[in-house]
């Protein structure tokens, strides 16, 4: 018997090996031109690099997707690592950088920008970097500024984006007819899937005119809705400051009798936010997110549960995420259908539409009041600086896009796989959307904290 385990084992590790080991490769500047310079990296003679044991990681290097295996699993998709490489593509003195930030603003957005301008400076002694200004049509309504490490040097205290944003107006002939006019060679893209999309628009344009010039994505999305990446930059600090949001509520509803406080969260399409706020807070009886259905009338449905609480407790808190019951809402004849300047589906407003329906269940049909509390901490967690977690994540994220670009890569996007930073291609983040999946232990952690009802019809 022993003996068919180690045969079984062996036989498990040589397949992996040999037959699914599959590697996302980022493009490399030298993929598709001619010649390939490979200068000594500059970091070689720093000394805060010269006391780091492996100061280089190796362009071999790879992170792995998957790192619990199952028996017999595949060991499936690994990507480069990130970091910076002994050999670098481009001359520090030859490099003009540009940076532009897109999309709705999340905190650490700010971090970014100073650390890719620092990283560029400080540790590569690049001097020429541009700041494009709101959005992707600053690239040809002539908006910019140069950027140095002294003019961003407090940037990372405020919210927002320093460079300003938008939605709508990316038009990628113009962006890199602008791109070439202006002698730009490597491009940083701050933004989400919409950016992304756009950012792999520009890549292949920049690719197919052969120009000698980097293009990097940092994903931002505070909704955490990134795939592949552990998580996204800014989701930390709004979980943390949607805390206040809640204790708010909390303290609310426990003064006043029959309290419902509703504290409506971030969360299009997926509702981590949401869940990680009420893993977080404790006081939260009720999570509601996109991907978890849930219903209000009969038998283990929400105004069932609320009137179990009351009961009990004389209280009770709901999260809900903004893309929860989209489908409840529209039924109702709230207009549906309209869109953003990029195109992206205008979602109905959960939080009022829910805070009336449980308002006059309870007033007309159990004759009941409730006393709802209602808050929407929405841009005010939006518009705050981030959190020290996330900015050092976003430190991270700038530096290994920095060295990336510095050694050649393109059309790729940067962000930890598994904790370890790696180099990800565009495509991987824009094809699919992260979501919350039910079946995952988090959400089962949640359902046993909250006791909610799991909202599954008693004929399923
Ligand atoms: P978030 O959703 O987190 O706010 P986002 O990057 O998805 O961020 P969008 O407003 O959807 O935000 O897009 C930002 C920019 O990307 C806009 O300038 C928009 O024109 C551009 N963009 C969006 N989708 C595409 C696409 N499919 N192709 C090219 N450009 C796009
Ligand atoms: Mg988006």
């Known amino acids: 018997q022993n003996k068919l385990a180690v045969v079984t084992a062996i036989q498990v590790s040589t397949q992996s090996e040999n037959d699914d080991f599959v590697l996302e490769d980022v493009p490399h500047l030298t993929n598709y031109l001619p010649d390939l310079p490979a200068y000594p990296n500059p970091l070689m003679k720093s000394q805060a690099y010269s006391i780091v044991k492996k100061n280089f990681v190796s362009p071999e290097d790879v992170v792995a997707q998957n790192v619990v295996i199952q028996k017999e699993s595949p060991r499936g998709v690994h990507f480069r690592r990130a970091g910076p490489r002994e050999k670098i593509y481009f001359e520090p003195e030859e490099v003009r950088a540009c940076i532009v930030t897109c999309g709705g603003l999340c905190p ?128 930390d600090t709004a979980v943390e400051e949607a805390q206040r949001a809640i204790d708010a509520a909390h303290v609310e509803v426990e003064s006043v009798e029959n309290g419902v406080g509703i504290v409506k969260l971030m969360g299009r399409y997926s509702g981590f936010i949401a869940m990680y706020a009420t893993q977080a807070s404790r006081d939260v009886d009720c999570c509601l997110i996109p991907e978890s259905p849930f219903y209000l009338e009969g038998r283990g449905g929400l105004f069932e549960f609320i009137e179990e609480r009351l009961k009990e407790n004389g209280h009770l808190v709901i999260v809900v995420a903004e893309g929860a019951g989209q489908e409840y809402v ?46 929407d901490p929405t841009y005010m967690i939006r518009a705050i600086p981030s959190n020290a977690s996330d900015n050092i994540y976003c430190t991270l994220l700038a530096h290994g896009a920095v060295h990336g670009t510095m050694a050649g890569y393109t059309g790729f996007t940067v962000g930890p796989v598994n904790s370890k930073h790696a180099y990800i291609p565009i495509a991987r983040v824009t094809e699919r959307q992260k979501t919350v999946k039910l079946s995952d232990r988090m959400w089962a952690r949640l359902l046993a904290s909250t006791n909610q009802p799991g909202f599954v019809a008693s004929d399923q």
């Not at 292949?204 to 010039?213: A, I, N």
Request: aromatic letters at 8%; glycine letters at 14%; one cysteine or more.
């Open 330 to 375: 529209a039924a109702e004849g709230h207009a549906a259908g309209k869109k953003d300047a990029s195109g992206n589906k205008l979602l109905l407003d959960v939080g009022p539409w829910l805070s009336d329906k449980i308002k006059n269940h309870f007033t007309m049909f159990r004759k009941m009041t409730v006393n709802m509390k209602y808050i």
């Open 108 to 235: 650490g957005i700010n971090t970014v920008i100073r650390e890719i301008v620092c990283g560029l400076n400080i540790m590569y002694g690049v001097q020429d970097i541009l700041g494009i200004e709101g959005g992707y049509k600053g690239f040809y309504s002539k908006n910019t500024l140069m950027l140095t490490p002294k003019v961003v040097n407090y940037i990372h205290k405020r919210g927002g984006t320093f460079l300003r944003t938008s939605r709508g107006g990316h038009d990628t002939h113009k962006i890199v007819d602008n791109i070439e006019d202006r002698g730009i060679n490597q491009v940083y893209i701050i933004g989400g899937d919409g950016t992304h999309k756009g950012a792999s628009l520009i890549y292949e344009e920049v690719k197919r005119r052969g120009l000698q010039v980097a293009v990097a994505g940092i994903p931002k999305t505070i909704d955490n809705d990134i795939a592949v990446i552990d998580k996204s930059f800014g989701f």
